[in-house]
């Protein structure tokens, strides 16, 4: 058995937090097609559940009546967070345990006529443990995105409907920031780079650089800050997104970091655009492209590929 899932058994007995203020709920299972799928089914089956990744989440598939489902269970220690991660709670404030918190309102703020999500079931915060019904969908490895234009238009469809709902704040629904945004993302990029990147001259006078940027967001939306391929499911051919299906990074943040990001996933950003601009123009990245980009190049410390080609890499907006 994984170490991880022995550690969730055995947590199965331990005592409720007496501070019951400090701890949500238990989810219950309110839609009666999930009936039967609770935290007993999931202890006494676990065992024969399919793993199918460990990478954020250890993500396993199960049946259940007729039904297919999705459990995640959360796998990086909150001690020892990767540097996108760290950067993220401490920009937004935002873990894994407070998008579990708020995945409901998420999913809410993510209804769109372009890409479903994934159908939530249930979560406990005990065990730390999400699941959601299975779409049907093939998975896609890759950060790029499948070839094709209508994938582009569709993405850009739903990423343009998302961010033509604007909010004051950054942060997530229940830790709302209004100013500072800049200062924490400095803050954040300083600490990555002594921790993992002191010995790199280059990274050093790119920070020199890009501290002087004047990125100030006007506004800001619901983004997927790591957004790639592999965050969705497939049609058979790969010609559409049949849905989204992670929703851990979600937060509320400048439009251009998404579009910064996604516009390195994406062969031909021109369908993208056009689907995006039905709801509204395009930002312009330039002038915030390389920040954001910088601080995602920052948090991949272990490849180290070169920070010049990384930063002009398939500039198409
Ligand atoms: N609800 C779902 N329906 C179908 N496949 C899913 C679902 N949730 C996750 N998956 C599959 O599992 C993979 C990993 O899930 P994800 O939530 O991205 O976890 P992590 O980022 O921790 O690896 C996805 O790329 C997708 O292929
Ligand atoms: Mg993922």
Not at 60 to 78: A, M, P, Q, V
Request: proline share 5%; glycine share 8%; charged share 25%.
């Amino acid at each position: 058995m994984p170490p991880g899932l022995q550690c969730f058994l055995r947590e199965r007995g331990a005592p409720r937090a007496t501070n019951a203020g400090a701890v949500p709920p238990e989810n219950t299972v309110k839609d009666d097609r999930f009936m039967g799928i609770d935290i007993d089914y999931i202890r006494s089956n676990i065992e024969n559940f399919e793993l199918i990744s460990v990478s954020t989440n250890k993500v396993y598939r199960f049946t259940g009546g007729h039904d297919k489902y999705i459990l995640k269970i959360g796998h990086e220690s909150t001690d020892a967070l990767s540097p996108f991660w760290w950067g993220i709670k401490e920009v937004f404030g935002s873990t894994f345990d407070t998008q579990r918190d708020n995945i409901e309102d998420t999913l809410l703020l993510l209804d769109n006529p372009h890409i479903q999500t994934a159908r939530f079931v249930m979560k406990s915060h005990r065990h730390k443990f999400i699941v959601f019904q299975e779409t049907e969908g093939r998975h896609y490895e890759p950060d790029e995105f499948p070839r094709g234009d209508w994938m582009g238009y569709q993405l850009g469809q739903f990423i343009g409907c998302i961010h033509s709902k604007q909010y004051d704040y950054f942060g997530h629904q229940a830790s709302r920031f209004r100013s500072g945004f800049k200062e924490k993302m400095l803050y954040a990029m300083s600490a990555i780079i002594k921790e993992y990147w002191a010995d790199s001259q280059a990274v050093h006078d790119y920070y020199g650089k890009i501290r002087h940027m004047d990125i100030s967001p006007a506004s800001y939306s619901l983004i997927m800050p790591d957004i790639s391929a592999n965050q969705f499911v497939f049609d058979e051919g790969f010609s559409s997104i049949k849905a989204v299906v992670d929703f851990d990074a979600y937060v509320m943040g400048p439009r251009e970091w998404e579009l910064s990001v996604i516009e390195m996933c994406l062969e031909n950003c021109g369908a993208f655009k056009q689907g995006y601009e039905q709801y509204g123009p395009l930002p312009n990245l330039h002038g915030h492209r390389d920040f954001y980009r910088f601080f995602m190049y920052l948090c991949d410390p272990w490849e180290k590929q070169d920070l010049a080609s990384f930063m002009s890499r398939n500039i198409q907006f």
